[in-house]
């Protein structure tokens, strides 16, 4: 009986793996994965490499010596990685002068960014070579070309680690690159031209761009160079942020889709020409390989064209190739030479979305339809245009989703919308790119690059309108990577449950782990409740979220927008990041722009339920504070008028406003919204830019002012806290908002001696990062972000 019931299971098992059974291509990109994963992050070795075991186990021993040896490539292929990396980095850091050779550029809105290998000393003595990446902002007759030997000066940006949590990672990103800094020129010398391909492929990405610019604008020709060539340097930063936002970002970026339009058009031209298939084929394929380094080589480029060349190849031999196993090749050309490419977000998700397109290609239920309904030719329009569009879009967005919340945690709502009517357009438009860009005539180029135009145009149009709701981007996570993992084993199985007693079983028990772990998560936040103050880093400015209690999320002010957009680049992600799905207030104490810069991006990107601003600042006459205030009205965002005695209640927590007194407009530092927030026995007093003359108004309520947070007003300047106000308010911590090097000076320095001799322990973001203090009824537990 038992023995019968372990066949069952086996048999089973076997079924559930039936799909890898001659794709050994594919079962080894898979094995050499799970490999390199398990010795990059010894978590996943744990949970993997058992697995491993027991599927070889059922495995036909054909399959099982796949496994053997790829486990032995994999092995040898990441120490090799390993040693390589450890021999091209030096042990110093990179020179300020140096001379090396220019391997690629680019042209940028800012001048042109140029990639150097540098190989020897101003001197001439020899160095263990390294990459940089420098930007020249000067506008020249004449840049560096790929393949220039050359002298240079350089100027290096400090590479510091994120003093945000979920901020751009810049060490992660200089590794990725294969670079060991990046900066700008101070000067440089050409002193040697060598021809290297890089630079007729930079002279041809040239060339593509004046074919275009006659006719399109400058951001239409860089959307339409980004599109075909892979140059996104010409492409505007608001329509790329369209594009993130509304989930479509991918077409942006040189992917399958744009492989698979340009082999499709590519095989239709040699097919025209009356060459012979076999000639076609080989054609088609050295063309597409050549359009790897134009590009600039993407993980994903390579997939797709891999993907196209592996059947092209079988074809010319007579052998049919499998879409899944044509996958594995690409894969298998792409890791064993670069095993760190696993963990690149890009490949991860085009790998995803085409595993997703490919398996559910074979579950497609439409197959299952009556021939009644197939053979409808309303029905048959409705399938090509509306339904197969969504049924694709849903196996490449169920697909992906694991790795979006992982590595961004947000998805898009609207982005099967996007794929139905945005990439429709993309496409003609690229279509009509080309016919342009190959149009011998300049009469009908025009009129090629006018259609592109229009197509271009609408695509815009089309991003825009889905990325203007604050809802384009939700919010989903942050979970563990363990979780996302059997979420993503569980989008597999499903499909099969129904049939299959191994799946089944597994889906079941994922569900039910899931769900203990949200019941668990719930119970323990209402069991042991706490509530958060954490001062952003958004430089020199002011940005501090509370949450309370109850899950309540309150901005307090958002930073500026000189150096960068606080509320795009620093702020929104950071609440991604922690999981909020939306602002209950948006806080911003006074209308300066330090205070309230980042405030429209923050509006237009995220859901926020109501701004809180003072009588005083609605009336103010700032261009940009006016923006802020009617895009909130445009939003339907409910705009409460803040004064001195309005209180907010929650569970466990209250904030009182103490400051301002709205019976006549002053300055606005001295206007600034001041409240005590308090809760689970704790409190913080939170003072904007308040002045000493405020500080005074608000001693003589009598309003009880003890906290065990402050936060210093007008980040430390010496125009507020007064001894006076720090004597009444007894803090055990205060806290600094303030930017690295600012030309204000602050904090000031009277005012840290004022601390001192009060024996006040201050925490400053100039200094720590990001500042986050955790209350509990019987602690407050203090973490930054450097610490």
Not at 54 to 67: A, G, M
Not at 495 to 513: D, G, Y
Not at 530 to 552: C, E, M, V
């Amino acid at each position: 009986m038992k023995s019968s019931k372990k066949n069952k299971i086996l048999t089973d098992l076997q079924n559930l793996l039936t799909p890898l059974m001659g794709k050994p291509a594919l079962l080894s990109a898979i094995v050499i994965t799970i490999i390199f994963a398990g010795i990059d992050e010894p978590m996943y070795a744990c949970f993997l490499w058992p697995i491993l075991g027991l599927v070889t186990h059922v495995f036909k021993r054909s399959l099982q010596w796949v496994v053997l040896i790829s486990i032995v490539v994999a092995i040898v292929a990441h120490e090799f990685s390993v040693s390589q990396q450890e021999k091209n980095s030096p042990a110093a850091g990179a020179l300020t002068t140096a001379c090396g050779i220019v391997e690629t550029a680019q042209s940028k809105k800012s001048g042109m960014a140029i990639v150097i290998r540098t190989t020897q000393t101003m001197a001439g003595e020899s160095l263990e070579p390294y990459r940089v990446r420098l930007t020249e902002k000067r506008s020249l007759p004449e840049y560096p070309m790929p393949g220039d030997s050359l002298c240079y000066e350089a100027s290096y940006y400090p590479v510091l680690p994120p003093t945000v949590p979920g901020a751009f990672d810049t060490k992660g990103w200089l590794k990725s690159q294969g670079l060991l800094a990046y900066g700008k020129f101070v000067h440089w010398t050409v002193f040697s031209e060598t021809w290297v391909p890089e630079r007729s492929f930079y002279h041809f990405r040239k060339w593509i761009a004046s074919r275009f610019s006659d006719y399109l604008d400058p951001s239409e020709t860089g959307l339409l160079l980004g599109l075909l060539a892979g140059d996104r340097g010409g492409i505007p930063d608001a329509l790329r942020s369209d594009f993130q936002r509304s989930g479509l970002v991918h077409v942006l970026a040189i992917s399958g889709f744009h492989v698979v339009l340009l082999a499709g058009m590519l095989m239709i031209f040699l097919k025209a020409t009356g060459l012979p298939h076999r000639v076609v084929r080989i054609l088609a394929i050295a063309l597409l390989f050549l359009y790897i380094p134009v590009t600039g080589g993407s993980p994903a480029v390579r997939r797709a064209v891999l993907m196209f060349a592996v059947p092209q190849v079988g074809a010319l031999f007579q052998r049919t190739a499998n879409t899944l196993n044509s996958l594995g090749v690409a894969l298998l050309f792409i890791m064993i030479p670069e095993p760190s490419v696993i963990w690149n977000p890009g490949f991860q998700l085009s790998v995803a979305a085409t595993m997703g397109i490919l398996m559910g290609g074979s579950w497609n239920p439409l197959k299952k339809l009556p021939d009644e309904l197939r053979k409808n030719k309303w029905w048959a329009r409705l399938q090509a245009f509306v339904v197969e569009p969504t049924y694709v879009t849903l196996c490449a967005t169920l697909s992906t989703a694991p790795f979006l919340i992982h590595h961004f945690k947000t998805l898009s709502p609207f982005a099967w919308l996007g794929n139905i009517v945005v990439v429709p357009a993309i496409s003609m438009g690229m279509q009509a790119g080309l016919f342009a860009l190959l149009s011998p005539i300049d009469l009908l180029r025009e009129h090629f690059c006018y259609a592109a135009r229009f197509f271009l145009r609408l695509a815009s149009l089309l991003t825009r309108l889905l990325s203007d709701s604050s809802q384009a981007s939700v919010t989903v996570g942050p979970f563990d990577p363990s979780i996302l993992l059997l979420c993503g084993a569980l989008i597999v199985l499903v499909p099969v449950a129904s049939k299959n007693r191994v799946a089944r079983r597994f889906s079941l028990c994922c569900m039910l782990l899931f769900a203990i772990v949200f019941a668990y998560k719930g119970y323990y936040a209402i069991l042991k409740p706490s509530w958060k103050l954490t001062a952003i880093d958004i430089g020199q400015g002011d940005s501090l979220l509370l949450t309370t209690p109850s899950g309540s999320h309150i901005l307090v002010d958002a930073g500026d927008i000189k150096r960068q957009d606080s509320g795009k680049d620093i702020i929104v992600p950071y609440l991604h990041h922690i999981g909020a799905s939306k602002l209950d207030a948006l806080v911003i104490t006074h209308a300066d722009q330090d205070h309230f810069g980042g405030a429209e991006s923050i509006i237009k990107m995220f859901p926020v339920k109501e701004l809180w601003i003072t009588e005083c600042a609605r009336i103010d006459e700032k261009e940009n504070w006016q923006r802020v205030v009617s895009e909130a009205y445009r939003r339907g965002i409910l705009i409460r008028d803040i004064s001195r005695g309005i209180l907010y209640k929650e569970n466990f927590f209250e904030i009182k406003v103490l400051h301002p007194d709205t019976k006549r407009c002053v300055d606005a530092n001295t206007q600034s919204i001041a409240f005590r927030a308090k809760g689970l026995g704790h409190s913080a007093l939170l003072t904007g830019d308040l002045t000493v003359q405020g500080e005074k108004e608000i001693m003589k309520t009598d309003a009880y002012l003890k906290s065990d947070v402050l936060k210093l007003g007008h980040h430390g300047s010496k125009t507020s806290s007064s001894r006076k106000f720090l004597n009444q308010v007894e803090p055990k911590l205060a806290l600094i908002s303030s930017g690295r090097k600012n030309r204000f000076r602050h904090p000031s320095k009277q005012v840290i001696q004022r601390l001192d001799s009060l024996k006040i322990p201050y925490l400053n973001t100039a200094e720590k990062g990001t500042i986050e203090i955790l209350f509990r009824k019987d602690s407050m537990l203090v973490n930054t972000m450097w610490e």
